[in-house]
T-cell receptor, first 110, second 110 residues
Framework: EDQVTQSPEALRLQEGESSSLNCSYT??????LFWYRQDPGKGPEFLFT???AGEEKEKERLKATLTKKESFLHITAPKPEDSATYLC???????????FGKGTKLTVNP | DADVTQTPRNRITKTGKRIMLECSQT?????MYWYRQDPGLGLRLIYY???????NKGEISDGYSVSRQAQAKFSLSLESAIPNQTALYFC?????????FGPGTRLTVT
């Protein structure tokens, strides 16, 4: 069974304090790994897709990396507006289903 | 205008009532999905559709039905609502790999 585990469940940072969020996964053939940002009461907002081990993608203060067992979302010099829940999901080859982790709730204090 | 819209945004209904949630998209995508999100459980797939003639069950389809009225419209129905269907419901669309989510419908069944 495909599974996604995100850690930590919650993370508090001071503005400017860089850190990383972890997404460990097991999947029967990876079609893609996805990172989303979700603000309270809103739908998940697509951030990145990673397809193969070694791949990296960046957007502003965020950088996502992928190995064969896990993905990291690195946040460099975060700002309060980066506060949100970050969701990781995997999609297996031949499947339409995204298997989501439970998310990491990030709070960045000014 | 938002690419994926959902109506209603909030709904309170009573046990046993029939309710329909609607989703429309302007992204021109063929694939559409319905998910529910529960605290501590993450997002789970209810139904998905490749086109108006192709409807598929997800992992938690019991108690739900769907209708794909057009490429741009995908509705989710609860034939006889029960309290454990209280959740946040999201519609999503996809043209290839990434799925793009709507703003959600908060449904409460009393």
């Amino acid at each position: 069974e495909d599974q996604v585990t995100q850690s930590p469940e919650a993370l508090r940072l001071q503005e400017g304090e860089s850190s990383s969020l972890n997404c460990s996964y097991t999947v029967s053939g990876l079609r893609g790994l996805f990172w989303y940002r979700q603000d309270p009461g809103k739908g998940p907002e697509f951030l990145f897709t990673l397809y193969s081990a070694g791949e990296e993608k960046e957007k502003e203060r965020l950088k996502a990396t992928l190995t064969k067992k896990e993905s990291f979302l690195h946040i460099t010099a975060p700002k309060p507006e980066d506060s949100a829940t970050y969701l990781c999901a995997v999609q297996a080859d031949g499947s339409e289903k995204l298997v989501f982790g439970k998310g990491t709730k990030l709070t960045v204090n000014p | 205008d938002a690419d994926v819209t959902q109506t209603p945004r909030n709904r309170i209904t009573k046990t046993g009532k029939r309710i329909m949630l609607e989703c429309s998209q302007t992204k021109g995508h063929d694939r559409m999905y319905w998910y529910r999100q529960d605290p501590g459980l993450g997002l789970r797939l209810i139904y998905y559709s490749f086109d108006v003639k192709d409807i598929n069950k997800g992992e938690i389809s019991d108690g739900y039905s769907v209708s794909r009225q057009a490429q741009a419209k995908f509705s989710l129905s609860l034939e006889s609502a029960i309290p454990n269907q209280t959740a946040l419901y999201f519609c999503a669309t996809s043209g290839s790999y990434e799925q793009y989510f709507g703003p959600g419908t908060r449904l409460t069944v009393t």
